[in-house]
């Protein structure tokens, strides 16, 4: 809804003077509170300290039900005003600021690029919702929702229906909806909602500066968080049934015709998604650039001692190259099989407990759940065992020698890139072979089409869970390997070497229980006997009980 001209300028007067007053107050506030901040980390205290005091007006207003215009702006002005007042008496007047330690003015403005590019793509969708209205799943679900009725109630007591399947009714507000909803009181719109996200954004990029600055490398850690928040997120649709297609728009969809060419348009689209994932891979390929090259600065003392050892005439450094990529493989292997073994304990229960030809139409609801459970079950255990793998030789490669935990880095990287690469171009021709027998040669049922239904059972794990999957893999073990390798690099020079070595095989020796745990402890086995398959089980469907 767009507001009018007279609402616009008063809107536009009363969020200026809020957020100057809030803004001296989280500023002075600072100033009293930590005096020795500077630079980012001090505008970052700031911009904290301001949104804290900001939340905690409109808090108390909508507590007293009088989240009101008039309230708004008096009152939080007024606690920012006070705020500010109190900061400056208590502030001392010979407070010494830290200086932040100089970038180079190379990697601050490579940073400052990418910084900018996210911020551009963030600004589209901003812009698109200001120029045609918020259409999120979310956002039209509750967050909108909840914030226009506490701007029309001017309250925030009241409990929100939140889920139509448990029936549930939550206590809001959470912080986002009451600064919406201040927004709509202000300007009798919410026009300026979509515009709130580029806020956080802003305090997002600044804070990953300030989480490296101290080890100049607030560039590094500004690219990595950029890359991160630069991760798009899809929304899924459902379809109507036939019957309320026909009562509502007066037409009769045919189902069998719109599903014909679904499939034949998804194999562009498993085209797209081969093209699209290893992009994906190459933007954790991109922060995990950026965290190593910050553990080299810091091992080599700005690359002058040590230089010599990242190269493979050194052991560890092409030890660790050796084993970044077995662990890629490895990866590989576990991911897929905990999705065969799951695949294949669901289809045995669904042979055995499932009988559709005897009278029944469907399985029940019980049946349905069960063979959900089992697929969940079969994802946890995977992941459990992957995940602590990961983990655990993390660890155990950081204490072991700080080269070779670089060597392992940049291969799990490449490696990992290549491999992603692979594995979706592979999985997208095997489920783009069956769409081929399938839509065009027309031949569903065929010994032809179930051999290539077979190489989908591979191709699909590939394409949609071990490449995918090696993004996580790649921004956890670089992101958690910058902080183990510096702590064991204290610890060794502390004089615990031993310590160190002695930690890094017991990491070493839980890893590979967990890697043994990933493949024999998801294995298929043999549970299914020829018996089994064959002989026709209790039915347990709806219409046979």
Not at 53 to 61: D, H, I
Not at 291 to 319: A, E, R, Y
Not at 357 to 378: F, H, L, M, N, P
Not at 444 to 460: I, N, R, S, Y
Request: aromatic share 12%.
């Amino acid at each position: 809804m767009t507001p009018s001209f007279g609402s616009y300028i008063g809107g536009c007067f009363a969020v200026i003077g809020i957020v100057a007053a809030v803004g001296l107050g989280g500023y002075w506030l600072r100033r009293w509170i930590v005096p020795e901040f500077s630079g980012a980390l001090a505008r970052l205290a700031d911009a904290t300290i301001a949104v804290a005091l900001l939340v905690l007006s409109l808090e108390l207003l909508g507590t007293l039900s009088i989240l009101t215009l008039g309230w708004i702006v008096v009152f939080c002005i007024g606690i920012g005003l006070l705020a500010a007042l109190l900061g400056w008496k208590m502030a001392g007047r010979d407070g010494h600021e830290i200086a932040a330690p100089q970038v180079q003015t190379v990697a601050l403005l490579i940073a400052l690029g990418v910084a900018s590019f996210v911020v551009a793509e963030w600004s589209f969708p901003s812009q698109l919702s200001v120029d045609q209205g918020m259409f999120g799943g979310d956002t039209t679900w509750y967050h909108m929702p909840f914030a226009a009725r506490m701007a029309q109630e001017h309250s925030t007591v009241h409990l929100l229906f939140t889920d139509p399947l448990r029936l549930a009714a939550w206590f809001y507000p959470q912080s986002s909806e009451l600064i919406h909803a201040s927004a709509i009181v202000i300007f009798k719109s919410d026009w300026l909602s979509p515009l709130i996200n580029l806020a956080w954004l802003a305090i997002a990029l600044l804070g990953a500066w300030c989480v490296g600055r101290p080890y100049k490398v607030g560039p590094a850690t500004l690219v990595a968080a950029a890359l991160v928040l630069d991760s798009g997120v899809m929304i899924e649709t459902q379809p109507g049934i036939q019957e309320s297609m026909q009562r509502e728009f007066g037409f009769r969809p045919d189902f069998e015709a719109a599903k014909h060419h679904l499939e034949a348009n998804d194999g562009a689209g498993n085209t797209f998604k081969a093209t699209a994932k290893p992009v994906l891979i190459g933007t954790a390929v991109v922060g995990a650039t950026t965290m190593i090259f910050s553990i080299i600065v810091m091992l080599t003392n700005g690359l002058t001692v040590d230089v010599d050892k990242l190269s493979i005439l050194h052991p560890q450094f092409l030890l660790g190259l050796i084993m970044g990529g077995a662990v890629i493989y490895w990866f590989t292997g576990a991911a897929t099989q905990a999705v065969a073994t799951g695949a294949y304990r669901a289809v045995e229960f669904i042979k055995q407990n499932i009988k559709l030809d005897i009278g029944s139409e469907k399985a029940s609801v019980e049946d349905s759940k069960r063979v959900v459970e089992i697929c969940t079950q079969y994802a946890q255990k995977g992941m459990f065992n992957i995940f602590l793998t990961v983990f655990f030789s993390t660890l155990a490669f950081a204490c072991f020698e700080p080269y070779f935990f670089i060597g392992y880095l940049i291969s799990i990287a490449l490696f990992g890139l290549y491999q992603a690469i692979f594995m979706a171009n592979a999985g997208g021709a095997w489920d783009n072979a069956k769409k081929i027998v399938e839509v065009e040669l027309k031949q569903k049922g065929t010994p032809l089409h179930a051999a290539c239904v077979v190489g989908d059972t591979v191709g699909d794990p590939f394409k949609d869970t071990s490449s995918v999957a090696m993004n996580p893999v790649i921004k956890f073990t670089t992101l958690f390997g910058l902080l183990a390798v510096e702590l064991a690099v204290e610890m060794t020079r502390n004089g615990q070497q031993t310590l160190t070595l002695v930690l890094s095989a017991i990491f070493l020796a839980t890893a590979m229980l967990f890697v043994w745990r990933s493949f024999y402890r998801m294995r298929i086995g043999e549970t299914l006997s020829h018996a089994d398959s064959t002989v026709p089980a209790e039915p347990r469907s709806a219409a046979a009980r």
